[in-house]
């Protein structure tokens, strides 16, 4: 399970700047179709590790499911925000245009 956790933390780090992707998304990437919520638990404890952009990780409706577990609950939002994501009650903008799909995106 060690080495999941490190290929979660390889693959958001490829996520570019202004785009999102989802849990289940990395998850189906590595193999782990059940595994989203693992996915979400490895960057629960990623969040401060500058070279894991946790924040562009969002759950499958584009929604900031994540938030919390940031240093404060509106900064996961900043960090977007900054990048030219357009959040609105907590839900991206134009999801389905910045999905990120590992899937489509790379190939490993």
Known sequence: MPDFFKDVREVV?????????T?????????????SRVVGWVLNKSVNVD??????????YGFLSGKQHFQTVSYM??????EGVIIKNDMVLNFNDL???PSIELRW
Do not use: M
Not at 13 to 21: C, F, N, T
Not at 23 to 34: D, N
Not at 77 to 82: M, R
């Open 13 to 21: 780090a490829l996520i570019p700047k202004g785009r999102v992707s």
């Open 99 to 101: 999905f990120w799909d």
């Open 77 to 82: 939002e900043e960090l977007l925000t900054k």
């Open 23 to 35: 849990y289940g998304a990395i998850a189906r990437f590595l193999g782990a179709s059940k595994s």
């Open 51 to 60: 070279q894991v952009p946790a924040h562009r990780v969002v759950n499958r």
